[in-house]
């Protein structure tokens, strides 16, 4: 019926919406990445995101991160808590996951 809404009717369709796909995403993200990475390659830099662009990235350059998540489920989403902190080094072209989803902050 008209106004009334549904779980299954509220299930985002990129399509509908001519949005990006995953791949789609996860280029645009790395592409800002580089481009943030190159003009403060000698510095710390602080980049707050949505967690699910993250767990793309972060499945993307890091096998171990990818074959955890698979360990559970094949769901990243207990990997990475909201607010978590994640690092990640960047050293001659290449990304390096040295620890995410931490909250001992």
């Known amino acids: 019926t008209q106004g009334v809404s549904s779980a299954a009717s509220d299930v985002y369709k990129r399509q509908d919406i001519q949005g ?3 791949q789609q995403a996860l280029k645009r993200f790395e592409d800002e990445i580089h481009s943030i990475v190159s003009l403060y390659d000698e ?3 602080l980049i707050v995101t949505h967690g699910s662009i993250l767990k793309e990235f972060f499945s993307h350059i890091d096998l171990g991160f990818k074959q955890a998540a698979i360990e559970v489920n094949g769901s990243v989403n207990r990997l990475i808590s909201n607010c978590s ?8 072209g290449n990304y ?3 620890s995410y989803g931490k909250t001992y902050y």
């Open 20 to 22: 990006e796909s995953k």
């Open 43 to 45: 510095a710390n830099i």
């Open 85 to 92: 902190l994640s690092i990640v080094e960047y050293n001659q």
């Open 96 to 98: 390096c996951l040295v």
